[in-house]
């Protein structure tokens, strides 16, 4: 079962301090990191490494990071032959990361701005035998409306990840099978304040009475919630020892995409995505974080 990532690649400039620095403050380093991130590039690795089979659309630009984060790609398992160069850089996310694990991130799009329709239409042909697409916000927003629009109907299951949060509008949310936010980006698009488990609930109704198909919340240490029209359901998170909670999304995005395509099981594939995050999140960077297939059915969590 194939799996298009259309998204984002980035290099991330990691620091970790004791704390973050607020606005103004200046805070001594521990250390300084490159490591391969990017929301798309990560969801991808996840996939891959955890046994599925995965194409990914996108660019980088024509500088050492480039090289280097395509270079991991492959090592994941991605396919990344349709990935383009451009005479630019490729996209950066700088991160700070404090001593528990906490992350702020600044991202510059860079390669990743120039991932647009023109680039999906030479790469159509990819979609043709692929049984799900997965998007982010790292690329352009009219490209995800374009790849939804060119992949209406050929009976693949688009999924986007609406990070980081900007508005969705309502013709996109109509073409989206599967949405999932965390409740940052849920509050964004609901317009709810989400401070209980009933705000959750109700501003996930909101979206599926505007049009969206399904959606899966995840919620960080309160575990994730499933709606569609006929059932929601909230799932407990596994307990785990935190070191850096990048990626922890991703992760899960990645482990919930690689059960549902083989499984097309809601409870059994968000249970592999939460499992993929806690073991990520027990780990130090984005990509390198990223549990393999046999990591995630061996899976313990902490008492
Ligand atoms: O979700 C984590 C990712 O977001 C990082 O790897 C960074 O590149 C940012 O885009």
Do not use: W
């Amino acid at each position: 079962m194939k799996i298009i990532v259309a998204g984002s690649i980035n290099m991330d400039l990691v620091v970790r301090s004791e704390e973050i620095p607020k606005p103004g403050e200046t805070v001594p380093g521990k250390d300084f990191t490159t490591i391969p991130g990017g929301k798309g590039a990560n969801q991808a690795a996840a996939i891959a490494k955890l046994g599925g089979s995965c194409v990914f659309l996108g660019k980088v630009g024509n500088d050492d990071f480039g090289t280097s984060v395509l270079e991991s790609m492959k090592a994941s398992g991605i396919n990344v032959d349709l990935v383009e160069k451009e005479k630019t850089s490729t996209g950066v996310s700088i991160i700070n990361v404090d001593a528990r694990g906490n992350n702020n991130i600044v991202f510059v799009a860079g390669a990743n701005a120039l991932v647009d329709e023109a680039y999906i239409n030479r790469h159509i042909n990819a979609f043709k035998d692929a049984s799900m697409v997965v998007m982010q916000n790292e690329i352009p927003k009219e490209t995800i409306r374009h790849i939804l629009k060119v992949t209406r109907d050929m009976n693949i299951i688009r999924l986007l990840n609406p990070a980081p949060a900007m508005d969705i509008e309502d013709d996109m949310l109509k073409e989206i099978d599967i949405l999932i936010p965390n409740e940052h980006e849920l509050a964004r698009l609901s317009k709810v304040t989400i401070d209980s488990k009933e705000s959750v609930r109700a501003a996930a109704g909101l979206l599926l009475d505007r049009g969206l198909g399904r959606i899966i919340v995840t919620l960080g240490e309160h575990g994730a919630f499933y709606k569609d029209k006929e059932k929601e359901k909230f799932y407990t998170a596994y307990k785990a020892n935190i070191v850096d909670t990048t990626a922890a999304g991703d992760s899960f995005i990645g482990g919930f995409c690689n059960s549902f395509v083989e499984s097309g099981d809601i409870d059994k594939s968000i249970d592999f995505g939460q499992k993929t995050a806690a073991i990520a999140i027990g780990r130090f960077g984005a990509q390198t974080s990223i549990p393999s297939r046999e990591e995630v059915l061996n899976f313990k969590p902490e008492d």
